[in-house]
Antibody
Framework: QVQLQESGPGLLKPSGTLSLTCAVSGGSISSSKWWTWVRQPPGKGLEWIGEIYHSGSTTYNPSLKSRVTISMDKSKNQFSLNLSSVTAADTALYYC??????????????WGQGTLVFVSS | DIVMTQSPDSLAVSLGERATINCKSSQSVLYSSNNKNYLAWYQQKPGQPPKLLIYWASTRESGVPDRFSGSGSGTDFTLTIDSLQDEDVAVYYCQQYYSTPYTFGQGTKLEIK
């Protein structure tokens, strides 16, 4: 059973950089899957942030593209999210998730429990 | 960006009855080369991450009860929940994964009447 677990600071100051890690167990991030970040502001809907393929190829949401970087560490079987110049608008529950390639389905089939990041001075 | 619009925003259905949630995309999410609609449905209960119910618009994820079904093609899609159970109370989201950014609908809150 694949499991994902997010970790990282829960409180950030404005203009700081959000750094989160998603540890994957029960499966390899070197498999042919996309590894995704999604966020959800408190009481609101879901926003796709971006994803990274096992090859290292990345795709980002243009609304965040200038501030976001997703990377992976195959030796630790984990992937990471960096979001720079954060503001209160980046306060959200951040989820990591796995997405099979579209020819095998393509929906986000495994999710972490999420980690709440609060941006405040 | 493809805009996903769900209707209604909320609905209340009696136990044992049918619930229907609609999702409309601003452009087609049908991939012509394989005739697959790149549309997924998720269920999110309070305090939990979303759970994948349906992918390719109508294929149930493994382990999802068969009272959940998806239909539609192109730009118009429907999630149907037959014989509503207590445990189906949740917010439901559609998502297109046809083109990035992979956008979600705003969510539909389902309650028991």
């Amino acid at each position: 059973q694949v499991q994902l677990q997010e970790s990282g600071p829960g409180l950030l100051k404005p203009s700081g950089t959000l750094s989160l890690t998603c540890a994957v167990s029960g499966g390899s991030i070197s498999s042919s899957k996309w590894w995704t970040w999604v966020r959800q502001p408190p009481g609101k809907g879901l926003e796709w942030i971006g994803e990274i393929y096992h090859s290292g190829s990345t795709t980002y949401n243009p609304s965040l593209k200038s501030r976001v970087t997703i990377s992976m560490d195959k030796s630790k079987n984990q992937f990471s999210l960096n979001l720079s110049s954060v503001t209160a608008a980046d306060t959200a529950l951040y989820y990591c998730a796995r997405r099979p390639v579209r020819s095998s389905g393509g929906g986000l089939d495994y999710w972490g429990q999420g980690t709440l990041v609060f941006v405040s001075s | 960006d493809i805009v996903m619009t769900q209707s209604p925003d909320s609905l209340a259905v009696s136990l044992g009855e049918r619930a229907t949630i609609n999702c409309k995309s601003s452009q087609s999410v049908l991939y012509s080369s394989n005739n697959k609609n790149y549309l997924a449905w998720y269920q999110q209960k309070p305090g939990q991450p979303p759970k994948l119910l349906i992918y390719w618009a109508s294929t149930r994820e493994s382990g999802v009860p068969d009272r959940f079904s998806g239909s539609g093609s192109g730009t118009d899609f429907t999630l149907t929940i037959d014989s509503l159970q207590d445990e189906d109370v949740a917010v439901y989201y559609c998502q297109q994964y046809y083109s990035t950014p992979y956008t979600f609908g705003q969510g539909t809150k389902l309650e028991i009447k």
